[in-house]
């Protein structure tokens, strides 16, 4: 199996978690991680399309997958979570899954760096 590198927003504090629990469970090192919001990135996706779902980038093929078909790469590649595999591709097929996954992505919070001070906090609808 092919690594791939999975581009997460780290100002969505839901991102950044699930980000952390799949780190953990990565043990054949086949997931990096990239922010979105790392300057220096060289992917040339425009940064709505970045910020709308996640992406994933197959690094043997440059082939990129989104939204719920970027978890069905992710979970490929942690032999825990393979037995969810099979559903989330059906779900993708039969479209369902991409509803379920827009609808969370549209519900997600986004706190920027540096936008917060000690009495407030700008929290975002993405």
Same mark, same amino acid.
């Given at each position: 199996?092919?690594?791939?590198?999975?581009?997460?927003?780290?100002?969505?504090?839901?991102?950044?978690?699930?980000?952390?629990?799949?780190?953990?469970?990565?043990?054949?090192?086949?997931?990096?991680?990239? @922010?979105?919001? !790392?300057?220096?990135?060289? %992917?040339?996706?425009? /940064?709505?399309? *970045?910020?709308?779902?996640?992406?994933? &980038?197959?690094?043997?093929?440059?082939?990129?997958? @989104?939204?719920? !078909?970027?978890?069905?790469? %992710?979970?490929?590649? /942690?032999?825990? *979570?393979?037995?969810?595999?099979?559903? &989330?591709?059906?779900?993708?097929?039969?479209?369902?899954?991409?509803?379920?996954?827009?609808?969370?992505?549209?519900?997600?919070?986004?706190?920027?760096?540096?936008?917060?001070?000690?009495?407030?906090?700008?929290?975002?609808?993405?």
């Amino acid at each position: 199996m092919s690594k791939i590198i999975v581009l997460y927003d780290s100002w969505c504090p839901l991102c950044v978690s699930m980000k952390e629990n799949i780190q953990r469970l990565n043990w054949l090192r086949l997931i990096e991680f990239q @922010t979105i919001r !790392d300057d220096s990135r060289i %992917i040339n996706i425009p /940064i709505q399309k *970045l910020e709308k779902e996640m992406h994933c &980038i197959n690094i043997n093929n440059g082939k990129i997958t @989104t939204g719920i !078909d970027a978890i069905a790469s %992710i979970i490929a590649r /942690i032999p825990l *979570l393979t037995i969810f595999y099979i559903p &989330i591709k059906l779900s993708s097929y039969f479209g369902f899954g991409h509803y379920v996954y827009n609808y969370i992505a549209s519900t997600r919070k986004i706190v920027p760096i540096g936008n917060c001070s000690e009495e407030t906090c700008d929290i975002k609808n993405i």
